[in-house]
């Protein structure tokens, strides 16, 4: 068995929440991408000797909450100290997945008022919609 599997199993005979599981290991596979996204843009591993006398390097991180239907994912996204790097996983400047918005169009084309819609999704992802947002 592989680590993820092991650790999956762990979390299902321990009643671990697997909702929460499955969030961190997406964050944790998406920060790992951004990683590995700035490495191949900068063409030098992280802590590469050679790539000491490089102009471009890495230059920390800021920190991005990206809404899901697991829940909020805590992301890192690299940067570079010339800042052409942008990173092309996550889509620029949103801070939930479409899950959700595809989710109020459907109730709200079901005739459900934005009012419950807000309920509904307060109830089901845990996020707070004022009734003007979801209008």
Wanted: proline share 1%; aromatic share 12%.
């Amino acid at each position: 068995m592989d680590k993820f599997t092991t650790e999956l199993m762990t979390a299902l005979t321990t009643q671990h929440d697997l909702k929460e599981f499955f969030r961190q290991k997406l964050e944790d596979a998406i920060n790992l991408l951004l990683e590995r996204e700035l490495t191949v843009f900068l063409d030098y591993e992280k802590w590469d000797v050679e790539a000491k006398d490089t102009e471009n390097k890495r230059n920390g991180y800021y920190w991005r909450d990206f809404k899901t239907e697991y829940g909020v994912l805590h992301l890192r996204i690299c940067r570079d100290r010339l800042g052409e790097f942008h990173q092309r996983t996550l889509p620029y400047r949103k801070r939930s997945s479409d899950d959700l918005e595809t989710t109020i169009i459907k109730l709200y084309s079901r005739g459900i008022t934005t009012r419950q819609v807000s309920q509904i999704i307060e109830e089901m992802y845990g996020h707070y919609y004022s009734a003007a947002t979801v209008s």
